[in-house]
């Protein structure tokens, strides 16, 4: 089956850090750019970070910059975003999707997880 | 990154025809890609690159643009239909969606 799961959601304080996953099966993982995209309780969807095949391209969006790191392991078949300095406003549900063929250039998402969860909160 | 501006809610009546629309700077130089998002679910891609349909998506789905402004049309409702919408693009360093729109069927 083609599809992405998320993992490492929890609840965390502020300042903390926190390691979220995403494992893919089903096609050529490869193949793919991938993002992490969230969405706070009630509100829209964020664009978050997005990563080419071969990890030469990463973009992160400027709420984020500084304090989140992308990676992905394409033997693993496995994305990756790493969270530090964890701030209140970054409580929501993080999505992984899949990105264009190859590389980070203009294009959508076809293929969504269902999400984690990190809610951060003292 | 550019603002996509988007009308809060929309309703309409089963069998009739939604008009989502999405305004902003990217377009028309840069694609437009519309999802549908339930509770609960993991959001669709319903139209991709401006007019295109993905494979599985029903017909009264389309996509159509006019100077800045894109537009998802939902042709004959139906109760099923009943989501949030939301429009996206993409410039050289960046993604951004709109800020959705609540589609209700009455």
Known sequence: EVQLVESGGGLVQPGRSLRLSCAASGFTFDDYAIHWVRQVPGKGLEWVSGISWNSVDILYADSVKGRFTISRDNARRSLYLQMNSLRLEDTALYYCSRGGASGLGDSGFDLWGLGTLVNVSS | ?106
Request: aromatic content about 10%; charged content about 15%.
């Open chain 2, 1 to 106: 990154s550019s603002d996509l501006i988007q009308s809060p809610s929309l309703s309409v009546s089963p069998g009739q025809t939604a008009r989502i629309t999405c305004s902003g700077d990217p377009f028309p130089q840069r694609y437009a890609f519309w999802y549908q998002h339930k509770p609960g679910q993991a959001p669709v891609m319903v139209i991709h690159r401006d007019t295109e349909r993905p494979s599985g998506i029903p017909e009264r789905f389309s996509g159509s643009t006019s100077g800045t402004t894109v537009t998802l049309t939902i042709s004959g409702v139906q109760a099923e239909d009943e989501a949030d919408y939301y429009c996206q693009s993409a410039d050289s360093s960046s993604f951004v969606f709109g800020g959705g729109t609540k589609l209700t069927v009455l």
